[in-house]
């Protein structure tokens, strides 16, 4: 293929953008599906009959998508259609009547699908994955989410390789039939997109366990898992059942089948799926013992495992009209799992973990080629939509909703939000529109938010009259162009504010209000305190309250204040964030500038400060010396050599280590909990300042690291302890590190989930062969190429969490990638346009890291049958 320019290609494929505004109702409805599956490894039968109803009588043609499909026959009301032609995406059937009986039956061939979408083999078992569009790749359907029907579904099978045949519903029957085959029939009463169905056939272990509802329905709880792994399935058990009960307790929300089942897969694109009635896991985020899985890991399932639960109703019951809507159900159900954490754990440690998401990741797609407001106007590829901004900035304006409604508002809003819609396929302004009628609160305004991309940024300045005891502050509000709009407007945004005098104390904002939330509506807005005796530290955006970057001139003597005195946690956390990245930033500045790297007397005794405190939660101690990383950091410059963005950091840190190495002991011998393994809250906070302080003491200390290493791994009676003094052996370049890592592989290999932690900790290696190492274990025992979960940990590992050494200026990084993202195109391009976001998040690099991603974006736009997938991601990193 001869080179072609990005804008060339984009202009050229410009018909394979689908535009929201281009919506347009079916023309036809289908009321329900009978699916019959005759599963075979090599080739499947699939019989699809379903009831059609033309929506109106222009007679137009109906148009069923289809992909990779072998038709074998197409029926009308019994009587073969031959009057129908295979167009591009599916097929057209033409002269069919206003309501019929559609009988389709297509082969599809479970075994050569390795895009881990549709029906395909995940290890010994079939599994499907629907969400977005993988239900065409199983027969031709008008696969699109505002068409709800019911679905039946009959799976025949080998009895002996496949006892357990799940699908979405209740079981109607069962029974065996010839040739050591059997048969089971489920049926789904609730209406449904194709998205939602869902099929596994396998054996497993299965965990079984009852919960009531509160209106007194008995629900059977039923946990599939590979052979063996019944063992790390109890806590997966356990946050089900809290969901359940969070869910009416909290969201008035009950479930509505007779059975709820989870299904643990290894090879899975996404973390899971809620398909009604049957998620299908990762089993990443089912899998759990003290043994081999992290407190983090513990807290991954109980989040998922509620966010999959959640969706029952917020995008089952009532699900998106279209995929450009699909924030209505991730974000909003983002932030209902996000506060389902929360009230079960350390609401300020969840919400510090929400917004490194954020400020590490989120805001550098805002400001790359794919930004896209939580409600995109257009898209090539509808996989490319499943983003951190459509889950985690939808999250955030779920939850600015919140803020400005109130918990008895905003849940006001929810029930009519579900008495409206329920059953439906609607848009994120009918959600919108529940909140406004039931709150009263006019949000037309607020509803920019869905159609505005990029991140705002506040500027505030203030002003003191003593004579009048009067505090004035002001707010300038914009947002930068970005690359898919240029026109921005005034946004409205929420600022939960505290005033501090010098002794700590709040000021009384009013009806004995230490805190309170104001609107910035307008582009310029200036908000007056009175009864304010000196002038004040502010505490801007307590917990976060909107996602955007603010500037206001804090000095050292007012972060350290804040670091002190602020009553919301967050506010703490992000004055010594916003401390660490003011000297990251001058630091920077100096080696540009041929100057020594320097760091003021106070900046260690802020941070000495709260690391001496034993009345603070140690989580929050932790947190606090976790800074942003080098990528996050790439937004705090227009351009920047990572270089010395790397030398700046690891300046920093090890000055706080050195710094503070007694305090760092210290805080590591407190930590110790030299008890059975329990994953309380409490205790997960204590392992945590205990690892943050173990990494610190490596930089600092090396030789006593090395002793502390081999001692908490000779005494761990859990996997965090152990993996937390790896990562320390590890970061710290310790001596014991080839030794404990071997150790490590040569216990864990057959453990693909716990193996992935070790290949994070080769990929992210600070060291100059890192990447030849990284090749190497594309041959180790343990890595599986075809597995999304060993890519996303040793590349994904290397390219997104190794920056310095990913962005070598030889372009060696840049180089690897691509070879394998060219590998993956044809293989599964899903996980291949995951895999490729640091190579379209160049905008902050140097002139010549541009210049040599570019050379490779290149050559990936000049594969043959680029998929679109990637192509999308390509050009219009290129075009920007």
């Not at 148009?63 to 026959?73: E, H, K, R």
């Not at 009587?79 to 389709?104: C, M, R, T």
């Not at 399935?233 to 946050?239: G, K, L, P, Q, V």
């Not at 950091?633 to 700046?648: P, S």
């Amino acid at each position: 293929m001869s080179q072609v320019s990005a804008t060339d290609v984009l202009s050229e494929s410009h018909s394979q953008e689908k535009f929201l505004a281009d919506y347009k109702v079916s023309d036809y409805s289908i009321i329900s599906l009978d699916l019959e599956f005759d599963l075979f490894v090599e080739k499947t039968f699939v019989k699809a009959t379903s009831k059609v109803r033309a929506l109106n009588d222009s007679n137009q043609p109906l148009f069923l998508f289809g992909q990779s499909l072998t038709l074998v026959s197409l029926c009308v009301d019994g009587q073969v259609h031959s009057d129908y032609k295979k167009v591009a995406g599916g097929i057209e059937l033409y002269n069919v009547p206003s309501a019929f009986e559609l009988e389709i039956k297509t082969e599809i061939y479970p075994l050569e699908n390795q895009a881990c979408e549709g029906l395909y083999i995940s290890g010994d078992a079939f599994c499907t994955q629907c969400e977005s569009e993988g239900f065409r790749r199983i027969t031709y359907y008008l696969d699109r989410p505002d068409v709800l029907a019911t679905f039946t579904t009959k799976i025949i099978a080998d009895k002996k390789a496949y006892p357990s045949l799940l699908s979405n519903g209740n079981c109607m029957d069962k029974g065996d039939l010839e040739n050591g085959r059997h048969f089971v029939c489920w049926q789904d009463p609730f209406p449904k997109p194709a998205y939602l169905f869902a099929l596994v056939a396998g054996e497993f272990d299965c965990l079984e366990d009852t919960f009531t509802t509160k209106s007194g329905r008995d629900v059977k709880l039923a946990l599939f898992v590979d052979k063996g792994n019944l063992d790390k399935t109890e806590h997966a058990m356990r946050s089900l059942k809290k969901a359940m009960q969070w869910d009416e307790t909290r969201f008035n929300l009950e479930y509505d089948l007779d059975i709820y089942m989870i299904v643990a897969v290894d090879f899975f694109n996404m973390g899971a799926m809620e398909n009604k009635g049957l998620n299908i896991f990762n089993s990443k985020y089912v899998l759990a013992n003290a043994q081999s899985a992290t407190d983090q890991d513990y807290l991954g399932i109980e989040a998922v495992i509620g966010h999959e639960y959640f969706h029952n109703w917020t995008g089952n019951r009532i699900t998106c009209r279209d995929w450009f809507q699909l924030s209505l159900k991730e974000g909003l159900t983002v932030f209902r799992d996000q506060e389902f954490s929360s009230d079960l754990g350390s609401r300020s440690a969840n919400r510090i973990a929400n917004v490194k998401v954020m400020r590490n990741h989120q805001f550098a797609e805002d400001a790359g080629p794919m930004s896209h407001p939580i409600r995109p106007t257009s898209v090539m590829e509808m996989n490319n939509f499943y983003t951190v901004t459509v889950y985690d900035k939808g999250s955030e304006v779920i939850r600015m909703l919140h803020t400005l409604l109130g918990e008895e508002k905003f849940q006001q809003g929810m029930q009519l939000y579900v008495q409206r819609h329920d059953g439906q396929a609607v848009t994120c302004d009918d959600f919108v529109a529940a909140m406004t009628d039931a709150s009263n609160i006019d949000l037309t305004l607020f509803k920019r938010w869905y159609s505005q991309s990029g991140t705002p940024l506040v500027n505030v300045s203030d002003y003191f009259d003593a004579s009048k005891k009067c505090y004035q502050i002001t707010f300038k509000q914009k947002t930068l162009e970005t690359a898919d709009q240029k026109h921005k407007e005034a946004l409205h945004i929420p600022i939960d504010i505290e005033l501090l005098d010098s002794a700590g104390v709040a000021f009384d904002l009013g009806y004995q209000q230490t805190h309170k939330v104001i609107s910035l509506t307008q582009k310029e807005q200036t908000f007056r305190f009175d009864n304010i005796s000196e002038k004040p530290v502010p505490s801007l955006f307590r917990s976060f309250s909107a996602p955007v970057k603010y500037e206001y001139a804090y000095s050292d003597e007012n972060f350290l204040h804040l670091m002190q005195f602020a009553s919301d946690d967050f506010s703490r956390w992000d004055a010594g964030q916003s401390l660490f990245n003011k000297y990251l930033v001058a630091n920077v500045y100096a080696l540009q500038a041929g100057k020594e790297m320097s760091l003021p007397p106070l900046f260690v005794d802020a941070f000495k400060v709260t690391l001496v405190n034993t009345q603070l939660d140690p989580a929050m101690i932790a947190n606090i010396f976790e800074f942003i990383s080098e990528v996050g950091a790439l937004e705090l410059f227009k351009t920047v050599d990572i270089d010395l963005l790397h030398q700046a950091r690891e300046f920093m840190l090890h000055s706080l280590a050195h710094g503070l190495q007694k305090e760092f002991v210290h805080a590591y011998e407190r930590s110790q909990l030299n008890a059975p393994y329990n994953i309380k809250t409490e205790d997960i906070a204590k392992r945590h300042l205990a690892s943050t302080a173990l990494s610190y003491i490596a930089l600092a200390d090396p030789k006593l690291a090395n002793v502390l290493v081999l001692k908490q791994i000779e005494s761990a009676n859990n996997m965090t302890d152990h993996l937390s003094a790896l990562a320390a052996a590890n970061s710290g370049k310790l001596a014991c590190r080839e030794t404990v890592m071997n150790d490590f592989d040569n216990k864990w290999f057959s453990n693909g989930l716990v193996m992935d932690k070790w290949f994070v900790l080769q990929a992210t290696y600070q060291d100059a062969g890192v990447l030849e190492k990284v090749k190497s274990l594309f041959e180790h025992r343990s890595f599986d190429m075809s597995n999304p979960n060993r890519l996303r940990s040793l590349v994904g590992g290397f390219a997104q969490g190794n920056a310095y050494y990913f962005h070598a200026i030889d372009g060696s990084g840049y180089r690897f990638l691509t070879d394998l993202l060219i590998q993956l195109n044809t293989k599964n391009p899903q996980v291949a346009a995951r895999l490729i976001t640091p190579l379209i998040q160049f905008q902050r690099l140097d002139e010549k890291r541009k210049e040599l991603i570019k050379e490779q974006l290149n050559r990936l736009l000049n594969v043959q049958d680029l998929a679109l997938d990637l192509f999308e991601k390509v050009s219009k990193a290129l075009q920007r």
